[in-house]
Every structure is written in structure tokens, then in C-alpha cells.
């Protein structure tokens, strides 16, 4: 029975991590990196967003190649990010481009989706030197029709998830929420909604149990939904009318929800470079995130015509991309593979770090659909 003042656990991760006020991303403190709570790969150094920009300038070439022969005009060069945080990745990518592609400069786009005014702000002093080429957008906007390269970084992942837990006597789910009072939180079990658009959100995310397993699954077991992730990747996959889809992200693919060794979930909290599974624990001063379900996020895609090209470790993904960096012509485009250089790949690519933490999904539409370097692969 839930107490009376319960909210869903998806309701307290949005306010704990986007609240104006008290968000854990409104904070001005660095979260990224060695004095933050967590690396990530932008926070490797900047060959992440140099190798991201090479292969995005590849594909809009091809898609400026495929419009010539047919049309002889050439669309302006866009790219779309979702969720840009701080800039730096922004700032990356565009810095390689105005050294190395300075042909593509004159009419290049660069769109942020962005809803916080805060990190608008942050991001247009990163971004200062490229300011021209930058457009912001607010949440719900969308660059429609969109033709160029759209994609976010470890986005979907900190999107408000629902916790769903297993009642092993009635055997069925129950949602898990949250009570109390700020200085004490804790969990409640709240019933999941059975009417209405809250529940059609829940309807093809929640895993089937079967017979067999319903009998051995132990009470409690954990699992996360996320209907904000999937609703979001479809209107994303609607605004392109020709080009990419990519998230670069962590998660797992179908059957996924339902690992023994996974009993209480994904979701996590990090802080000072820490794992907590204290996930109500100082709202706003700890970041929360979990797997995303990449089938569901495929699917979604899909479901709005979209082609799935690759579903691959950021490790293949990488490795792929460097391949064409090694040799002409691309290697006079890229540049030098200096030692700082080097020791970023390794760190990005390596099993142990980030090469096998992320995985990549690249969708596409149109003409920018290609037997190129990224075959459909589920493997790595």
C-alpha cells in the first residue's frame, strides 16, 4: 500500500538530477572528470570528439555526394546534439572541424537540444570561439525535417527511469517509490497504473515473466523502465528526414532485465568517483543513471523507419573509425597519431576501461543509408 505523499522513484530522479533549483546537472561544480564524480569519454581529452567529428564530416560527405549526382545541390552540413552539458564535447568536435575541414565552415550547423538555461549558459562560454555556427534548442524541439547527423552522449542513461520490483507471492510487478521526508527518504511499494497514458508508456517495456521463472524469481527483484528514453529516441527518429542517428551510451540489449546477477537492478549513484546503491541519498548532490534497454531503443527507431546500421562497442566503434585515420587519405585529414593521442585511444578503447562500458547504436534514413564501415553487428 503506498503512504500517502508517494511519488515514483522516476518522479524523484527527475527532480533529484534536472530540479531548477537543487538538480544535480544545475550545479556550477565540475562533475566530470578527476575533481568531479565520474569520467566519461569526453573527459579522456579531445580525441573522443576529434574521431566523432572525423567520421560525422565522412558521412555528411557522403550524403553532399549522393545529392549532387541527383540533384546538383548540396545540403548544408548539420549536426544535432542532445544533452551537451557542459560543451566540451561540442567544443571538440567543432574545433576539429574549423582546423581540418575548413571547407565545411561556411555553412556548418551545430544544434544543441538543450532545456536548462544554466547549461545553455555554460555551454556558450565553451563554445564562444564557434558561436556563429551554434543554435540552441529548448526540450521538446527538435531541428525538423532534419538532414545531417544527430546524436547524443551518455543521455539516455540519465533519463528518469521507473523501478519496478517483483512480488514473488502475487507474482507480478509492483512500482517502487519514494516517501517521507527530505532529511529521511524512503522506499514504498506503489501499484503500477492501470489506466491512462501512464500506463501505455509501461505496457511493452515491462518484461514477461514465464510460468518457470515466476516460480523461482526471488521477491524483490529489481528491474528499471524507461518510456522517457524510448518516446524520446522515437520523436528524435521522426525529425530526420535523411542521415544519422547515433547514442553512444551503456546498457543491454534484449533479456537484458532479467540477469541473476543483476537482483537489485542498474540504476546507481556515483559521487567522488564512487558507486553507491543509496539511491536516495543526498538529493541533487549525487548523480543517478542506469542501462538503457537498447532493443527498445532500436526498436523505436525502427518503428519510425529509421535503419539500424550498428549496434557495437564503443571499442569496435572507435577502432573503425581509426582504422581510416591510419591510412590516406584519411590520415592526412586527421592529422598526426601523436603519443597523447595514443594514450587516449587506448584509455577509450581498452575492455577494461571504456571500450567495452559503452556501446554505440547507429541508426539512419535516406540516402544516408550505406553498406559502409558500420555493418550491423551485435557482437563486441
Known sequence: MAREGAIPFARFMDLAL???VYGYYES??????RKGDFYTSVSVGPLFGEMLAFQFCEWLDQMADATRNETDTVPLPRVCEAGAHD??????????IHLQRPDLSPGFTYYIIEPSKVRRAWQAVTLAPFID????????????PFRGVFFSNELLDAMPQHRLGWDGRRRRWFEWGVTGKPERL????LSLPDHGEARAGFLD??????????AVLPGDFTIEVSPSAAAWWSLAAASIAEGKLLTIDYGYEAGGHLQPERPAGTLRAYRNHQVSTDLLAVPGQQDLTAHIDFSRIRRAGEEQGMKTEALISQELFLTRIARQ????PGQAVFG??????????QTLTHPNYLGRTFRVLVQSRGRATSAGVFQLQNSG
Open 205 to 214: 517495456l515491462i518484461p514477461e515473466v514465464p510460468d518457470e521463472l515466476a
Open 186 to 189: 524512503e522506499w514504498t511499494r
Open 28 to 33: 556550477e561544480e565540475d562533475k566530470i572528470g
Open 133 to 144: 555556427h551554434v543554435r540552441w534548442l529548448e526540450a521538446g524541439q527538435f531541428p525538423a
Open 325 to 328: 585515420t591510419w591510412s590516406p
Open 336 to 345: 598526426d597519431w601523436t603519443s597523447i593521442r595514443t594514450r587516449q585511444f
Open 18 to 20: 534536472y530540479c531548477p
Open 87 to 96: 560543451g566540451r564535447l561540442a567544443h571538440d568536435i567543432l574545433n576539429w
